[in-house]
Protein backbone atom coordinates (compact mmCIF):
# COMPACT_ATOMS: atom_id res chain seq x y z
CA UNK A 1 0.00 0.00 0.00
CA UNK A 2 1.36 3.40 -1.08
CA UNK A 3 1.76 5.99 1.84
CA UNK A 4 3.40 9.29 2.27
CA UNK A 5 3.06 10.69 5.20
CA UNK A 6 4.32 14.50 5.85
CA UNK A 7 5.02 16.07 9.35
CA UNK A 8 7.09 18.71 11.10
CA UNK A 9 4.08 21.04 9.66
CA UNK A 10 2.90 24.12 12.83
CA UNK A 11 2.43 27.64 13.65
CA UNK A 12 5.51 29.95 13.18
CA UNK A 13 6.20 33.77 13.19
CA UNK A 14 7.12 35.23 10.01
CA UNK A 15 10.76 34.81 9.39
CA UNK A 16 11.24 31.90 10.81
CA UNK A 17 12.12 28.84 9.90
CA UNK A 18 10.47 24.75 9.70
CA UNK A 19 11.32 21.49 8.02
CA UNK A 20 8.70 19.16 6.73
CA UNK A 21 9.65 15.74 5.88
CA UNK A 22 7.56 13.12 3.98
CA UNK A 23 7.76 9.32 4.82
CA UNK A 24 7.09 7.28 1.98
CA UNK A 25 6.44 3.79 2.00
CA UNK A 26 4.68 0.62 -0.57
CA UNK A 27 6.61 1.67 -3.78
CA UNK A 28 10.32 2.22 -5.01
CA UNK A 29 11.09 6.09 -3.75
CA UNK A 30 14.68 5.98 -5.20
CA UNK A 31 12.63 5.67 -8.70
CA UNK A 32 10.67 8.75 -7.99
CA UNK A 33 10.53 12.52 -8.19
CA UNK A 34 9.45 13.76 -5.56
CA UNK A 35 7.86 17.38 -5.69
CA UNK A 36 6.11 19.59 -2.61
CA UNK A 37 3.03 21.74 -3.38
CA UNK A 38 0.89 23.15 -1.35
CA UNK A 39 -2.84 24.94 -1.06
CA UNK A 40 -3.84 27.84 0.54
CA UNK A 41 -7.77 28.40 1.71
CA UNK A 42 -9.92 29.52 -1.48
CA UNK A 43 -7.05 28.86 -3.90
CA UNK A 44 -5.58 25.95 -6.26
CA UNK A 45 -3.20 23.80 -5.75
CA UNK A 46 0.46 25.35 -6.26
CA UNK A 47 4.10 24.02 -6.74
CA UNK A 48 6.36 24.50 -4.45
CA UNK A 49 9.70 22.41 -5.13
CA UNK A 50 10.62 19.30 -6.89
CA UNK A 51 13.60 16.71 -6.67
CA UNK A 52 15.00 13.88 -8.97
CA UNK A 53 15.30 10.86 -8.03
CA UNK A 54 18.75 10.96 -7.55
CA UNK A 55 18.27 14.31 -5.77
CA UNK A 56 20.86 15.83 -8.18
CA UNK A 57 18.64 18.17 -9.70
CA UNK A 58 15.71 20.42 -8.18
CA UNK A 59 12.83 22.97 -8.80
CA UNK A 60 11.14 25.84 -7.42
CA UNK A 61 8.56 28.22 -7.76
CA UNK A 62 9.95 31.67 -7.95
CA UNK A 63 7.67 32.45 -5.11
CA UNK A 64 9.78 30.17 -2.56
CA UNK A 65 13.14 30.22 -4.66
CA UNK A 66 15.74 31.50 -2.13
CA UNK A 67 14.02 30.55 0.98
CA UNK A 68 13.04 26.53 0.92
CA UNK A 69 15.64 23.78 0.12
CA UNK A 70 14.04 20.58 -1.32
CA UNK A 71 16.00 17.53 -0.47
CA UNK A 72 15.91 13.70 0.09
CA UNK A 73 17.89 10.87 1.66
CA UNK A 74 16.46 7.53 -0.46
CA UNK A 75 18.41 5.10 2.23
CA UNK A 76 15.16 6.58 4.51
CA UNK A 77 12.57 6.58 2.26
CA UNK A 78 12.29 10.38 2.93
CA UNK A 79 11.74 13.86 1.53
CA UNK A 80 12.66 16.80 3.03
CA UNK A 81 11.39 20.75 2.62
CA UNK A 82 13.59 23.06 4.43
CA UNK A 83 11.43 26.46 4.43
CA UNK A 84 13.36 29.71 6.31
CA UNK A 85 12.69 33.64 6.30
CA UNK A 86 8.92 31.84 6.13
CA UNK A 87 6.03 34.74 5.00
CA UNK A 88 2.80 35.09 6.50
CA UNK A 89 1.73 34.16 2.67
CA UNK A 90 3.33 30.60 2.86
CA UNK A 91 0.69 29.63 4.71
CA UNK A 92 -0.90 26.72 3.19
CA UNK A 93 -1.48 23.21 4.26
CA UNK A 94 1.97 21.22 2.30
CA UNK A 95 1.65 18.06 0.44
CA UNK A 96 4.15 15.85 -0.82
CA UNK A 97 3.87 13.99 -4.16
CA UNK A 98 5.65 11.27 -6.18
CA UNK A 99 6.22 11.11 -9.82
CA UNK A 100 6.81 8.04 -11.74
CA UNK A 101 8.16 9.56 -14.66
CA UNK A 102 11.55 11.00 -15.20
CA UNK A 103 10.59 14.92 -15.49
CA UNK A 104 10.67 17.67 -12.42
CA UNK A 105 6.70 18.42 -13.57
CA UNK A 106 5.50 21.30 -11.69
CA UNK A 107 2.08 19.93 -12.20
CA UNK A 108 -0.43 18.61 -10.09
CA UNK A 109 -1.36 15.72 -12.10
CA UNK A 110 1.68 15.07 -13.70
CA UNK A 111 1.88 13.07 -9.51
CA UNK A 112 0.68 9.68 -9.09
CA UNK A 113 1.22 9.51 -5.20
CA UNK A 114 -0.04 12.05 -2.48
CA UNK A 115 0.07 12.44 1.03
CA UNK A 116 -2.56 13.87 3.39
CA UNK A 117 -0.74 16.81 3.89
CA UNK A 118 0.14 19.26 6.89
CA UNK A 119 -0.48 22.73 8.03
CA UNK A 120 1.47 25.17 7.92
CA UNK A 121 0.70 28.85 9.41
CA UNK A 122 2.84 31.54 9.55
CA UNK A 123 2.16 34.85 11.51
CA UNK A 124 2.52 37.88 11.03
Known amino acids: QVQLVESGGGLVQAGGSLRLSCAAS????????MGWFRQAPGKEREFVAAISKSGGFTNYADSVKGRFTISRDNAKNTVYVQMDNLKPEDTAIYFCAARLGPELRTTSPDYNYWGQGTQITVSS
Open 26 to 33: GFTFSSCV
